[in-house]
């Protein structure tokens, strides 16, 4: 793939192998919050060394991953190692680290997602969203907003007017966030894409009118298919705010309306 | 505490620490299904090591176990490692072998729930269903299971009739099984039996007819609260079925009403 041809994407979670198993990566200031590289980003440039570590899993099924601390724009490494491979699946282990500190470790299982059996029984249901087209932008968020966050200009992002009033002062309190999600360039997301998508959103407990920085603790993503061309609908919800954390799971629906990828994280309470 | 006064789950999940940093244990044969070690149990067992490790952090806060191969009973041994300690937290490694293989890897935070703030502001709604009295005992299930699973045995179990369906030869189709559990012998469950609880019902494909052995691939675990004395409540559900895996949710809710513990797991569909 010329330079040309490749996505913006996949330009910015590129890794580099090395000889000694590492992976070095250039982590892209376009992708922050307020100067920290964001969380799903992150994980998908895990996961593309992941994937390089053992080509013949190339997508990953599971991926768990734990913020040891902030990231900063600029060079990166990613050591993995293979953990067990088996017939149909590989489980590996995965540590991110900047000028010699890990910032993030990850267990992960990769395997082949198109070689995966075709039965669909899933019970949990499409989000229930307007087109994308009578969604809110985030191109029209507050400026304040756009100017703190680069990464909002890598997606086409749409919120849901019944649950965009965070964007407008008037968060509903419940906790929920839906809309749809794309590649600003038009690039259709593929399996490691989806891992960037699942933490793309603003944190769910914007829509409690808490605004403040939500470091992630923990975040586990099960990618489950192969996502159709097309937007990407989103789910993000908190349904369990105590003792000063908080879990937030996150759907992504893809074009088809299959359920493609979910993630479940803890993360600390804005303060 | 003396042999006489430990409960039976402490003494199951006992753990020796070595010179070199590693434990030794002795997978209870008392806690298994069809002669594999139950991967709930595993984790408490392992919980016990990661405690152990970090004694100023006694609780797990977060844990995230790959499971790489079946467990036998007999001995085992869990080597643990500090990856970053905080001063509210540590996040560890931790690594299950039986005669030098490894059975489970695993990555988690640990802290110490008693410290943590206060608030509640959870919206997931306890589980609606009615007293233990008034729910079937799994002790009243089908000899043929419980002579499979001696694990079945190691706790009071109630189902609600409403999705006991399974037991029966009714089951309802929605995936989802609600009830009570508590240790069998009267002991209060700590925060590492949760680890245990959060496995220990039936799989949710149960109630979908599908009674075959559904291999974990992985458990992600949060622990929010020290549980209060009695009663445990339990919810487990699938939602997301396809391509030949399942999602797991798993929720305990204490007898004060709290969240205190979530999972989601991702398994393999019973062949």
């Not at 991110?96 to 500190?101: E, I, R």
């Not at 959103?201 to 409690?208: C, E, Q, R, W």
């Amino acid at each position: 793939m010329t330079t040309e041809t490749q996505s913006d994407f996949a330009r910015a979670t590129a890794v580099t192998g090395r000889p000694d198993s590492t992976f070095a990566t250039d982590l892209d200031g376009a992708w922050t919050v307020a100067g920290a590289v964001n969380g799903g980003y992150l994980l998908s440039v895990i996961g593309r060394a992941l994937s390089a570590t053992v080509p013949e899993f190339p997508d990953p099924l599971v991926i768990s991953a734990y913020y040891l601390g902030r990231s900063d724009p600029g060079s990166a490494e990613v050591a993995t190692r293979i953990i067990r491979a088996g017939r149909s699946s590989a489980t590996l282990g995965a540590d991110l680290s900047q000028a010699g500190a890990p910032t993030i470790t990850a267990l992960a299982t990769f395997g082949s997602l198109g070689a995966l059996p075709d039965d669909v029984a899933t019970s949990a249901r499409h989000p229930d969203l307007p087109a994308p087209e009578d969604c809110m932008s985030i191109a029209d968020g507050p400026r304040e907003y756009l100017d703190l966050a680069p990464i909002a200009s890598r997606f086409d992002m749409r919120f849901d007017p019944a649950t965009a009033g965070f964007a407008t002062g008037a968060p509903s309190g419940r906790g929920l966030l839906r809309g749809w999600i794309r590649h600003s360039d038009g690039a259709d997301a593929d399996p490691l894409a989806l891992l960037t998508f699942l933490d793309a959103f603003p944190p769910a407990m914007f829509d409690l009118g808490r605004f403040g920085w939500a470091p992630t603790m923990e975040l586990t993503a099960h990618v489950r298919a192969i996502p159709a061309s097309g937007w990407i609908a989103v789910k993000v919800e908190t349904r369990n705010i105590a003792g000063g954390m908080f879990e937030e799971d996150c759907e992504l629906w893809d074009s088809t309306g299959r359920l493609v990828a979910q993630s479940r994280q803890l993360a600390r309470q804005p303060r």
